[in-house]
């Protein structure tokens, strides 16, 4: 069994998570495969000899995500569920509204409530507090609870606790939204439009070095958004796999974070 290190130790936030933490014995971890539940995941297992690990499989999932989770939870000795919350069931879900995160939040703990014991944590931090989230109703909903957020730690406090426990990669992970954060808001969600789009972004990254790569499935077609300027042969080879799937490749932009979110105008 891995150890919490004792440079983690020292630090006060660690100890007011250690306290929230530890008040669930029982505890079911909801893991995405990002840097936040992956943390959390851990330091609970480390804690409490072992945790559960509830994980959903699914198109909106990239698989780089649900293998990071596979290995972590064999590493860390994690209890793993995997399931299908069966969002892509729910015709609120596909309709994908401003509060689509809603509903696939609602779908995924009802889920994991039917299939697991005890209490049940998702990895929300301080910084997830200040956008709108519409998740957060649906955890509210399913008393789901948020470690991070009692012992108020916010997103490079929680990346310092995963370097401290030797979880590099995890630490530097970048922020990686569902597939489904892709497609603008009023277009129906498809499984094969998410696989396209994972296709192309999984491509773009092979070809050029950028921090934030982003396809954007919008009415006029789909479109690059990158951190740093594509080359002319990562383009071609976007437009390309557009083509092969009969859909219109509308260029390149510049990365903005929630680019394909509208919200509905106040009446």
Known sequence: MHDIPKALEKLATFQRLRRVVMQSPD????????VDSLTLATIAGRLNGQVTVAHALSPAVPSEATQRVRDMARTENWKLKTLNAREFDDPNYIKNPHNRCYFCKSNLYVRIR???HGDLAAGTNLDDLGEYRPGLIAAKENNVLHPFVEAKIDKSELR????LL???DIATLPAQPCLASRVETGIAISADDLALIHKIEIAAATMMDADDIRC??????LRLDTSSKPSEAALQAVKTLCEMAGKPFIGHAAYSRGSAFIMPISS
């Not at 505890?27 to 990002?34: D, E, I, K, P, R």
């Not at 310092?160 to 370097?163: C, E, I, R």
């Open 27 to 34: 505890l079911t971890v909801a893991v995405s495969g990002g």
């Open 114 to 116: 039917l299939e697991c």
């Open 160 to 163: 310092n606790f995963a370097q």
């Open 166 to 168: 030797g979880l590099s």
């Open 216 to 221: 954007r499935l919008t009415p006029n077609g």
